[in-house]
């Protein structure tokens, strides 16, 4: 079994891997239930990073006067997106050259 983001593979499950996750789940939903898996890690993740998004720029938005703010966490996603401060996670951290890059740059356990 593959996963795969636009056609190109993400993550290969062998039959020992397949079997390790069969431990605990019954092998006839087996691909139903790693889909679920696939698309919670990614939603969870989603809910995530724009609860951090509320938290950090509710408060700013306010203080700038800003309050007819969407609901939908897309509307709002928009809303933050267009301002003028808003800035990538690439353009943040141009001003620190030094800065972990990315997730697999953690210390493991973290």
Do not use: Q
Not at 17 to 36: C, G, V
Not at 53 to 78: C, H, N, Q, V, Y
């Amino acid at each position: 079994m593959k996963i795969k983001i636009d056609d190109r593979v993400i993550f290969e499950l062998d039959d020992i891997k397949k079997a390790i996750f069969k431990d605990i789940i019954f092998e006839e939903d087996f691909e139903s239930e790693i889909e679920r898996l696939v698309k919670w890690v990614l939603e969870h993740n989603l809910s995530n990073i724009t609860r951090s998004l509320r938290e950090k720029w509710m408060p700013l938005l306010g203080e700038m006067g800003i309050d007819s703010i969407p609901t939908s966490d897309e509307g709002f996603a928009r809303v933050i997106f267009k301002h003028k401060s808003y800035k990538n996670r690439s353009k943040r951290d141009k001003k620190f050259p030094d800065k972990i890059k990315s997730i697999s740059d953690l210390p493991p356990g973290r």
